[in-house]
């Protein structure tokens, strides 16, 4: 077993005057060259040189000097480690392998001694650091690793008492490893080693070597803060450049933010890394993407209070980051923040110390980076670590911009293709529902012109078919112009209390004058319709509008022998629903929202059986959304019947109507005498030059 005594500690010991300093790998490099080149230039008769290594790397790199320096001396002997394979060469100079327990394996020794020269390089690799290191470890987590920034502590002297002694020990531990060479380390002490080992001496070097000496230290110490700095430098470029990388991949704000937090707290290492998405309204938040050390408490799904939380209000009201070394240190004040308000919630969160980064765009806020520390030790959030982490807060507010970018840029795509499907339509409806009438009128005209003989019936009867199709190309214009007029906002509602049941009395009659000029199969019309129904807050020129729009349709999907009814219900104190049922041929469940799109055609749009532009419940929709209710489309199915409702504001007072039921668009009566408040609205909006909704 080896000897797990220092040989700088039993230097010290011997020579307690001594002091030690602190040594760079390349200063002992540059001082154990200078002292085999002082063998090697053939100075000094038959020295005596001991060296030992710490790892076989580190020998092998010297090997071929100590081949050179072994030819000049008898008395040369090189220690290392174990692991060495000293058996695979004969040199011309003792090796000795130390065992894997000795401490030499943590020391770097080289003595060299002769008649007129003599220097001693005694030390130990210090396991601290000279300086405290950067927070973390952050940018000397990849320089410490360097072969170059390693530190020894021990001395390096050219006094001849120190020499001897520091030869003394090395060769104590050598006879202890090979017994064998006794006789030749005696030969070695009674040549070279004759001097008195003393302990009350004054050490001295050589002052151009020590001033070299110390300069070489300075450059190596300027040369670490290089090295860390450009780990910093690389350390972040790296995480950056991660970041990058997956906004170039994806651009789900949910796979960057899972990336960025685990990179960023393994970076900083700190207890908890929280990325969040916020706004100035939010009142909380939940916690999705989360990093955290394993002695913590995990907040992944957990719901994180915004509005009563002092630390989130402060970064969100100055945009700024902030910076929280100890929460226990000053507990009054913190950047102006009562912490002492906030102390249970921190203690159950075990956070030590923060610091929260807002991601900001254009002076709005979009989320927050929380570090959470759970430490007791005060931290220093020093401004390598604050840097960073803004920076990473960038590149993430540059993520969800163009995340929503992306997102407003599918929904113009949606929005085009829509458009197109609009156009699409549109010239072919208007193509097929303009093209038949104008070539009916033309063929009626033709004919009229053509034919100076012609009866009177048959005149008549192509007169008729005319004014027939030019009202059919009225209404479909007329019902252009009603759309575009509400889907531009240009409606100015007239909004009053009205009795629901004069809209459907006045919706009755105008169904019953546009049947009456042709011969319209009897269909059974039933109102049902409570005398202590409430007025509807709604403006009735409107209402009336989406009645006989909702009457049309159902006219045209319902046989001959069919029936529709209107109904209406209270669903509240503030709301009415009004039902316009038919038994035609229904809806199927997949089509009961598609109806309401603009140019809808149950068969399509140029091989249906009955007339229209496909524009009636896309006007009703917009008329009711305008007016404040809902409309939607209920069915049991094809062929058994469809429902259209519609929700009106309530305005709270009777209407006192008796229910008019068994009506048809031939026999329905003419609107009782209390619908002269709508039919005035109607006049006085022509006069002052408003367009109706229809003629």
């Not at 490893?177 to 004759?194: F, H, Q, V």
């Not at 030019?470 to 240009?490: H, I, N, P, W």
């Not at 629901?500 to 019309?525: F, G, K, T, Y």
């Not at 007025?535 to 009336?544: K, L, Q, S």
Request: negative net charge.
């Amino acid at each position: 077993m080896g000897n797990p005594t220092s040989i700088v500690e039993e230097l010290f010991d011997a020579l307690p005057t001594l002091r030690a300093q602190m040594y760079f790998k390349t200063s002992l490099t540059a001082l154990s060259h200078a002292m085999e080149d002082q063998v090697l230039a053939g100075a000094q008769t038959q020295p005596l040189i001991i060296a030992s290594f710490q790892q076989e790397r580190f020998y092998r790199q010297e090997a071929h000097r100590y081949e050179r320096i072994g030819g000049l001396s008898d008395q040369v002997y090189v220690l290392s480690a174990a692991d060495t394979k000293f058996s695979e060469s004969v040199d011309s100079y003792e090796k000795i392998a130390f065992d894997e327990e000795d401490a030499l394996c943590q020391e770097w020794h080289l003595v060299v001694l002769s008649e007129h020269y003599c220097a001693a390089l005694i030390c130990r690799e210090h396991q601290g650091n000279v300086e405290p290191p950067l927070p973390n470890a952050i940018a000397d987590s990849a320089a410490l690793h360097l072969d170059q920034t390693r530190r020894f502590e021990g001395i390096w002297t050219l006094d001849r008492q120190v020499s001897l002694r520091a030869a003394d020990l090395l060769l104590g531990r050598i006879q202890a490893y090979r017994p064998a060479l006794a006789d030749k380390i005696n030969e070695a002490r009674s040549r070279l080693m004759t001097g008195v080992l003393g302990s009350d001496l004054e050490v001295e070097t050589d002052p151009f070597a020590q001033r070299l000496i110390t300069y070489l230290q300075a450059s190596q110490y300027k040369q670490l803060k290089a090295y860390r700095a450009i780990a910093l430098q690389e350390q972040r470029e790296r995480l950056v450049n991660s970041i990058t990388s997956a906004i170039r991949r994806s651009l789900d704000p949910s796979e960057i933010f899972a990336i960025a937090v685990q990179e960023l707290g393994k970076v900083l290492n700190v207890g908890r890394c929280i990325i969040y998405r916020c706004t100035d309204s939010d009142a909380d938040a939940t916690i999705q993407h989360e990093y955290r050390q394993g002695d913590l408490t995990s907040l992944a799904g957990s719901t994180w209070p915004l509005k009563h939380n002092p630390i989130y209000q402060w970064v969100k009201s100055h945009q700024s980051t902030l910076a929280i070394g100890d929460v226990n240190g000053n507990r009054e004040s913190t950047a102006g923040i009562d912490l002492a308000s906030l102390m249970q919630r921190l203690q159950r969160w075990q956070i030590q110390g923060c610091l929260l980064v807002p991601l900001v765009h254009q002076n709005r806020l979009l989320g927050m980076i929380e570090l959470h520390l759970s430490e007791p030790d005060p931290h220093h959030w020093n401004d390598d670590e604050i840097m960073l982490t803004e920076a990473i807060a960038n590149q993430l507010s540059v993520a969800l911009i163009q995340a929503e970018a992306y997102a407003h840029l599918g929904e113009l795509n949606q929005q085009l293709a829509a458009l197109e499907r609009t156009r699409s339509n549109l010239i072919a409806i208007t193509g097929h529902e303009l093209r038949t009438p104008l070539s009916t009128i033309r063929v009626c005209l033709e004919s009229l012109l053509t034919e100076p003989d012609m009866d009177a019936d048959m005149r008549q009867i192509m007169l008729d078919t005319a004014l027939t199709d030019a009202e059919r190309m009225r209404k479909l214009v007329q019902d252009f112009l009603t759309l575009s007029r509400l889907e531009s906002g240009r409606v100015e509602w007239n909004l009053e209390s009205l009795a629901l049941q004069e809209c459907v009395d006045l919706a009755l009659s105008s169904l019953r004058w546009q049947n009456s000029a042709h011969a319209a199969p009897s269909m059974r019309i039933e109102t049902n319709l409570s005398d202590k129904l409430p007025f509807v807050r709604a403006d009735g020129e409107w209402i009336v509008e989406v009645l006989s729009k909702l009457l049309d349709n159902a006219c045209k999907f319902t046989e001959a022998n069919g029936q529709i009814t209107i109904s209406a219900q209270v669903l509240n104190k503030k709301t009415i629903e009004v039902t316009v049922a038919d038994t035609g041929r229904g809806i199927e469940a997949d089509r009961l929202e598609t109806v309401f799109e603009r140019f809808y055609q149950e068969e399509g749009a140029l091989r249906r059986s009955v007339g229209g532009t496909g524009l009636g419940l896309a006007i009703c929709q917009q008329i009711i959304q305008g007016l404040g209710g809902n409309i939607w489309a209920t069915s049991a199915g094809k062929n058994q019947g469809s429902q259209i409702h519609f929700t009106l504001p309530s305005a709270g007072k009777a209407t006192h109507y008796s229910n008019r039921q068994s009506r048809s668009p031939q026999a329905a009566s003419p609107a009782d005498t209390s619908t002269s408040r709508i039919k005035a609205s109607r006049s006085k909006a022509t006069k002052s030059g408003k367009s109706r909704p229809r003629a």
